[in-house]
């Protein structure tokens, strides 16, 4: 998902690492039990990342980072055969939704961010979470200008430093701002968005 380099960086199937340390970041901010959270959020007991990726090198990020701050059960689903996921060969946007999660969270490909956010508000329970990792621009463009209107967006937390998505060339971050965004299963007009910096 990487806005620079993107022919360098990634392989023909849009695959990133998504930075440990981001994903970390964006969970402290809305963890009960860290005193310097920005709100809480309840992210549930039945997560799913339908994203998940991980590969013979890599480990699959999100997981691997809620699990190590006590998210236990998270569900893993990738379209890459080569993917780390429990369940492989998997594409997210021709899955039928039932409401049957609590929080659905991802760093999706850029070219279907709009539709991996549709697709997992059909896969959570009512008052349930999507969370998406995207670029700070996405709430830009003419295109995606009426899907704003509809979509249910609860919050958006902004990354103050940028990342890298080559765990090769950590040093290499990328050219633009990304940021946690978090769809709520409601009403939308029952939504005001926040925004928090972290």
Known sequence: MSSTNRLTVRNDDDYYVTPHWVIKEFLEAVDYKNPDRKTILCLGNRILDPSAGGCAKHEM???????????LNVETWDIREDSRAAKTC????????????????TNPPFSLSMEFVQKGLEHVSDFGLVIMLQRLNWLGSKKRFEHWKELPLHSVFVHHKRPGFNPEKPSRKDSIEYAHFVFCKSKTETLVPNLFII
């Open 61 to 71: 990020s999100y997981p691997l980072v809620l699990n190590s701050m006590g998210h």
């Open 90 to 105: 998997v594409d997210f946007l021709q899955t039928e939704g039932r409401g049957e999660y609590d929080t659905v969270v």
